[in-house]
């Protein structure tokens, strides 16, 4: 079965961290570009954080950098997103999404744009949940 799988979520006081991992069973995420997103209640899906395929570059929604940090593990097939001085504002579900569209540095400064809301997204994982306390 080809799925991707979120895990990792969990309730974590103001400060805290959280390890997000996505999983993909079925086909090599090493192929596609993975985005990280999250749905807070009652809001619009936001704040996109991309990796390229084969490279790796990294690239993050401006409100996202500084405590997030996304990277691959080949060996296990995942993609992890490190979540450090979480604050309740982040309280959300996150979810990733695999495509492979074109690498973001192809997109240049509209990467942002096209992944969060143009891009053909081929896989969504279901989503786990973080709750931040404060």
């Known amino acids: 079965e080809v799925r991707l799988v979120e895990s990792g979520g969990g309730l974590v006081q103001a400060g805290g961290s959280l390890r997000l991992s996505c999983a993909a069973s079925?086909?090599?995420?090493?192929?596609?570009?993975i985005g990280w997103f999250r749905q807070a209640p009652g809001k619009e899906r936001e704040g996109v954080i991309c990796?390229?395929?084969?490279?790796?570059?990294?690239y993050y929604a401006d409100s996202l950098k500084g405590r997030f940090t996304i990277s691959r593990d080949n060996a296990k097939n995942t993609v992890d997103l490190q979540m450090n001085s979480l604050k309740p504002e982040d309280t959300a579900v996150y979810y990733c999404?695999?495509?492979?569209?074109?690498?973001?540095?192809?997109?240049?400064?509209?990467?942002?744009?096209?992944?969060?809301?143009?891009?053909?997204?081929?896989?969504w994982g279901q989503g786990t949940r973080v709750t931040v306390s404060s």
């Open positions: 999404a695999a495509t492979r569209d074109l690498n973001p540095s192809d997109y240049g400064t509209n990467w942002y744009a096209h992944y969060q809301a143009g891009a053909p997204y081929e896989y």
């Open positions: 990796i390229s395929k084969s490279d790796g570059n990294t």
């Open positions: 079925g086909f090599s995420l090493d192929d596609y570009v």
